[in-house]
């Protein structure tokens, strides 16, 4: 059984339930907004499921509530940012805001962001960034979770990468993960008790599978077949290398409540060209749009334009919920159910 919720009642619901856990209201608003955010674009894998756990963790002492991270200058467009455990995407703004005003300077900056928790839906932050005139590359690990291309056994992250691109109008914003799926969505599955696709996952043998309960137990596929697979490795070593982060098995804490977060994150801004490359780019978009479709009624479309339809939809619709999950975050703020 799911509940629908209006985005404003959702939104004081978990603000206070972070409230309650010790979280100052300011960042409390900030990882509210990241999850909403991702109910609204229709990736409930990055949304309000992840509320409860986020919580436990703070309660278990392996997630800061209140830092805002510790930052170091490497050189003058390398920063390195120690999380100090706090909540992934109030880190991860506060080096974002650090590296887009050097790369403003400087024409490029990075930040390599480690002792932090998960940062949610990657998007985000590209499409921040883009709307404010500048481009953004996000990398980020994550559990072993993917099994390499040919092989039975979880030993590699989802490794997702987003690129935000400025243009005269939306912005645009790749968000993928190096999986066929997010682990997220599986347990989404597994809530709802909905089949997976078949190639989705293998089950905890290493079987193939189309049981969500049975996949958390087992591996992601790669996206692409061996083309996901090589990208996924490359990301995961590109983001260790930079952040001195966990590679494989070793990586704990986006999917547990008691495990210290040690994966990476990465974060390059790049001032975008003159104008002129913003209005070529949105003409170049509009003219892919406008490719004759494949299929009858389903329309070319760029990255990010399905999720902004969805988002503007679920404003006025709201969003709906697993009731168990939205009993515990109710549970969680101290409401009557």
């Known amino acids: 059984m799911t509940t629908t919720i209006k985005m404003g009642e959702a939104w004081e619901v978990c603000v206070r339930a972070l409230e309650q856990a010790g979280t100052p209201t300011g960042h409390a608003a900030t990882q509210t907004n990241l999850l909403l955010e991702a109910e609204l674009r229709g990736r409930a894998s990055h949304g309000l499921l992840r509320l409860p756990r986020i919580?436990?963790?703070?309660?278990?002492?392996?997630?800061?509530p209140k830092t805002r991270g510790k930052a170091e200058w490497r050189s003058p467009a390398f920063l390195d940012m120690d999380g100090e455990r706090g909540l992934g995407p109030v880190?991860?703004?506060?080096?974002?805001?650090?590296?887009?005003?050097?790369?403003?300077?400087?024409?490029?900056?990075?930040?390599?962001v480690s002792n932090n928790n998960h940062i949610g839906m990657l998007a985000l932050y590209a499409e921040q960034v883009a709307r404010e005139g500048q481009i953004l590359l996000a990398l980020s690990t994550s559990e072993a979770l993917v099994h390499p291309w040919g092989g039975r056994?979880?030993?590699?992250?989802?490794?997702?990468?987003?690129?935000?691109?400025?243009?005269?109008?939306?912005?645009?914003?790749?968000?993928?993960?190096?999986?066929?799926?997010?682990?997220?969505k599986i347990h989404?599955?597994?809530?709802?008790?909905?089949?997976?696709e078949p190639g989705w996952a293998?089950?905890?043998?290493?079987?193939?599978?189309?049981?969500?309960?049975?996949?958390?137990?087992?591996?992601?596929?790669?996206?692409?077949?061996?083309?996901?697979?090589?990208?996924g490795l490359a990301f995961e070593l590109l983001v260790a290398s930079l952040?001195?982060?966990?590679?494989?098995?070793?990586?704990?804490?986006t999917l547990d409540s008691g495990e210290v977060c040690n994966k990476g994150d990465v974060f390059i801004v790049v001032e975008a060209g003159p104008g002129a490359v913003a209005s070529r780019i949105s003409g170049?978009?509009?003219?892919?749009?406008?490719?004759?479709?494949?299929?009858?009624?389903?329309?070319?479309?760029?990255?990010?334009?399905?999720?902004?339809a969805e988002r503007r939809h679920?404003?006025?619709?709201?969003?709906?919920?697993?009731?168990?999950?939205?009993?515990?975050?109710?549970?969680?703020?101290?409401?009557?159910?």
């Open 55 to 64: 919580i436990e963790r703070i309660h278990n002492g392996v997630a800061d």
């Open 314 to 337: 679920r404003l006025d619709a709201g969003i709906e919920l697993a009731d168990e999950v939205w009993h515990r975050i109710l549970d969680l703020a101290q409401c009557a159910v």
């Open 243 to 253: 952040t001195a982060s966990a590679l494989g098995t070793a990586v704990k804490g």
């Open 284 to 308: 170049y978009l509009d003219e892919i749009r406008a490719c004759p479709a494949l299929l009858s009624g389903r329309p070319v479309a760029i990255p990010g334009d399905r999720a902004r």
């Open 91 to 112: 880190i991860a703004l506060a080096a974002l805001e650090q590296i887009r005003g050097r790369a403003s300077e400087t024409g490029i900056a990075v930040a390599a």
């Open 153 to 184: 056994r979880a030993l590699i992250g989802t490794n997702p990468i987003a690129i935000g691109v400025p243009t005269e109008a939306e912005p645009f914003v790749l968000d993928m993960a190096t999986s066929q799926v997010a682990m997220g």
């Open 188 to 196: 989404d599955y597994a809530n709802h008790g909905r089949a997976l």
């Open 202 to 231: 293998l089950d905890g043998a290493g079987n193939p599978t189309t049981d969500a309960v049975a996949a958390k137990a087992g591996a992601l596929a790669p996206f692409g077949e061996a083309k996901g697979y090589a990208l």
